[in-house]
């Protein structure tokens, strides 16, 4: 639109898997991320547990054994570092990569604590953008009406999410792409 700053973001759709429900806690044990853009250009990566706390719902929600991840799952170090340079790798110079995702409230704050932790510092920045709060404001629903249940009978006739990492950030980069459309902000970017 005329009168707005031109700005480069690259939308990145992320989720993650972890073994409870904070990271000061719990591990994180999967990172899935796309752009928004082109869910084909994608990072996986299941990490080693920092501790061995579960709550079996987590664990049982995400088909992952903190046992299996101590022995074939990344530590915690390499494996941001590997997402860090895929994110700078998938953005263009001058871009800021913006983390989407489905209550981004959760997979914020174990990918922040993570990049926090391990690398002193975030390749995100301080935000992110929650699919949820925009579908809110987008079909001008109460926030008891934004879960997934709702959401994905508008815009992926009724299906779930698959509690893997990297096929729901793709399915959210679904969602997400529709949403600005609707919104009238672009299909691409």
């Not at 899935?32 to 719902?57: I, K, M, S, W």
């Not at 700078?88 to 174990?110: I, K, L, R, Y």
């Amino acid at each position: 639109m005329a009168g707005r700053r031109a700005i480069q973001d690259t939308y990145v759709s992320v989720d993650v898997e972890t073994s409870g429900p904070n990271p000061g806690d719990y591990s994180l044990l999967s990172i899935g991320a796309c752009l928004v853009f082109d869910p084909q250009r994608a990072f996986y990566v299941e990490l080693q547990p920092v501790n061995q706390n579960a709550t079996g719902e987590a664990l049982t929600v995400s088909h992952l054994s903190l046992e299996e991840l101590a022995v074939r799952g990344r530590e915690p170090t390499e494996a941001m570092a590997s997402f860090e340079s895929w994110l700078e790798a998938e953005s263009p110079p001058g871009a800021q990569p913006v983390f989407v995702a489905f209550n981004a409230g959760f997979d914020w704050m174990f990918v922040n604590e993570y990049f926090y932790r391990f690398l002193g510092r975030n390749p995100f920045g301080y935000a992110a953008l929650d699919i949820k709060s925009f579908y809110m404001g987008l079909a001008g629903v109460p926030w008891a009406e934004t879960s997934m249940r709702y959401v994905a009978a508008r815009y992926l006739g009724d299906h779930q999410l698959a509690h893997h990492a990297l096929q729901d950030a793709q399915d959210q980069a679904e969602l997400f792409q529709k949403m600005l459309v609707e919104a009238g902000l672009g299909a691409g970017g």
